[in-house]
């Protein structure tokens, strides 16, 4: 038993060096293929299984919609992969080159009052207005409408996660700590606000 904790141990230490190698190598290509496999089995979930208890639908192969789900893998390669690649190591290293507890802070609190209700939640629903048909204004406007419980969402599962991984993860392993973190955290976005068009015409 001991051998084999051992080898399990000398597995994960690889394949970890692995990824590092590809990803000093390759960055945007390997974060944006992680995100769009993330970004699909997330919304899968969330789809199958909390979205069809809600809506009391038992057949299990008639709840899937496959346009929202691609677009959602898409967004989340596009901007959870490749734009937070850039993000985090590359501007925010640029402003703070050395990794100290004041520039996580710093930093953190930047991200949590600035990148995410500016940038990170604007864009997702300026995407996610085009996707339905809609345009860029009307998904600002969606999203004045539901900012503060989704913003507010953020600041309870991000804070302390972007904080720990400033401070303690290296630049090669961030985009995967944001990756497996964000699994959960895309089921609740994907649940909290769906990639599909409303029927509000229909309601009218």
Request: with cysteine; hydrophobic share 45%.
């Amino acid at each position: 038993q001991k051998h084999h904790v051992v080898s399990v141990n000398q597995m994960m230490r690889r394949l970890a060096s692995l990824y590092a190698n590809h990803y000093r190598k390759w960055p945007y290509i390997l974060a944006f293929s992680t995100c769009v496999v993330k970004g699909s089995f997330t919304d899968a979930v969330t789809q199958r299984k909390w979205e069809q208890r809600a809506k009391n639908v038992k057949d299990d192969n008639a709840w899937l919609d496959y346009q929202r789900n691609a677009r959602f893998a898409v967004w989340s390669g596009a901007y959870c992969g490749c734009t937070q690649h850039f993000i985090y190591n590359v501007l925010y290293p640029r402003f703070f080159p050395v990794t100290s507890v004041l520039s996580s802070v710093v930093l953190t609190t930047f991200d949590m009052l600035v990148h995410t209700p500016f940038v990170y939640f604007p864009i997702y629903y300026m995407c996610r207005s085009v996707f339905i048909g809609g345009n860029a204004k009307e998904g600002l406007t969606q999203y004045m409408n539901n900012l503060w419980p989704i913003v507010t969402a953020c600041w309870k599962v991000w804070a302390p996660v972007i904080f720990g991984m400033l401070l303690f993860v290296p630049p090669q392993f961030r985009v995967l700590t944001l990756a497996s973190v964000s699994v959960f955290w895309l089921m609740l976005l994907s649940y909290m606000v769906p990639m599909k068009a409303h029927k509000a015409r229909n309601r009218n």
